[in-house]
């Protein structure tokens, strides 16, 4: 999402390379390409140790720059881990191998909510890694009112007013705008994108800042709320015990990343045994610990860290699971209208 | 002593190299260059997770990044990348620099020249996509999936950062020394051997430099190129800044940056040596 623009042209540059397939096979070893700094060393020697596997992990920095490697094809990467509004391309692409973990042995474990994602029908490709959502940061110190609405930054209270930061991406922002005027995220509806601008337009004078990083601010009170990632929210209370986190009743945006397996894999059989490993309690407790995100494993939260068991901002309240959404990917056309209010709120 | 000054300043005035007001417009440059780098430097000794408040002086995050695995290992690699593609671009270069400067002048000598220095002049994001594109069909066919495409990209792009101060050095060098060494009957490898090559050796230093500096901080083109478990120190830092970023960053890119500044330092009081 950071980088749509960016996804558009690698996209297009790599859609037109030519697609080898890799025969070569070396036993006894898996190859994963994940983001930087989201790999748990500790699963992944649980794994080596369990399967007797060697294991290298290669990072990427965005969506975009891992497919365009995988799509230049030669990579030798076995595994990826891509997030869902990205899954779609990926598997229309033809980039994926269709393991069906739906039919390994630990899908059991998968809680019902994430067993058939919209982006990944039945779960024929991929399987639960990392996932999260983006709501409202509250210092309730500051204000005390419900916290529970996108209202936070489009029609803040007096209280909250210049202390909002607003994290600068297009998609989640205009999604949720579109989501507070009532309509749905990629709606090629004018009147509920005027609306959405409208909203955009009205509350960005409201706001300080719309940057990443909100740890740092909370702690020196130059912000008092900030739309944010679920992540970022725990590990700012960590800091300023009064920060809570607002799930929007209007709707907010929730992301995933699962774990796939290449088309052109070199370690299919090892990949497949990584799927099936990932959805064990014990494994996808390892992965959070590590990346502090919830991980779709049901009993995981036994293995987990205190912190990251009992956290509200990981652990959803169920009276807000069902206003949590995926977004997709836009069309190109409402892509253009959302770039269109997203030029003008910036200026 | 203060017609000495006004001598002085009518001197300067008919200088041609003389430049109203150069140590201010220089100190603004340098201001504005390393000003940024000043917070990096000064926070990466916080004690604390927070990048920008701060708590008090600590080595903390120098011990973490040192005791760092992951860190060590990229690190490594770095290191051996850029020393062999700093010796590979500079070999390639000094023989490029005396190709283009100790001969006769030839037809198409300038669409050389523009060739060499292509890897300055192309953004380096047409470089990297090219590479991957020109790199996976070698990997598809060979299956080979080790640290020689790293090299030759970084061999590849450093050669005119070393070539720039190696010609730069042999057209400054008086060529009266190797014009005598011929008429000596010395062989022309003689020659270069005993005359051109100790007094170009400054030159090539430097220019090694500069390449093993360059080829450190590369982030793009390594990061198309790199083959699995071949991350660099830059590439490995790139995938950090996803998530939270601790001071460690901090304290890594002081530990790069004092690097680069010695080396670059370095490389400028070889190459102004006479």
Redesign the interface.
Known sequence: MRQLKNSII?SS?AAS??F?????SAAGEL?I?N????TS?ELVTKFEETYNVTV??????SND?AL??VK??????DIAIPSANYMPIWISEGLLLETRPDQMSNFKNVLPEWTNPDWDPGRHYSVPYQWGSVGMVVNTDVYSGDINTSAIAFDPPEELVGKINVAPEMGDIIGMALYYVGSEPCTDDKAALKRARDVLMAAKPKWVSMTY?I??PF??GDIAASVYWN??AM?TRQ?TPSVHYGYPKEGYVLWMDSVVVLKDAQNVENAKLFQNFMMEPESAALASNF?MYANGIKGSSEFMLEILATAPEVQIPAEHLPNGRFIEMCSAEVNKLYSGIWTEMMK | MHINFLKKRNRDRFNVEYVPSFPVLALICILCLYAPMVPLLFYSFNDSTLLTVWHGFSWQWYEAAWNNERVQEVTLRSLGLALQASVYSTILATMAALATTRVPKYRGQGLIYAVINQPIMVPEIVTAVALLIFFASIKAATGYQGTAYLVLAHTAFCIPFSYLPIRARLENMNLSLENAAADLYASPWRTFKRVTFPLLFPGILAGAMLAFVISLDDVVITEFVKTPGKDTLPTYMLGELRREVTPEINAISSVLFVVSILLVGMTFLISSKK
């Open positions: 690698i540059v390379m030519l080898v397939s890799q025969s070569v190859n390409y983001w930087g700094d989201y060393p290298t992990i290669t990072d990427y920095d720059t365009a490697k230049a094809g030669g990579h030798g990467f990083g740890k740092e702690a020196s992540g970022d590990r800091e990346a």
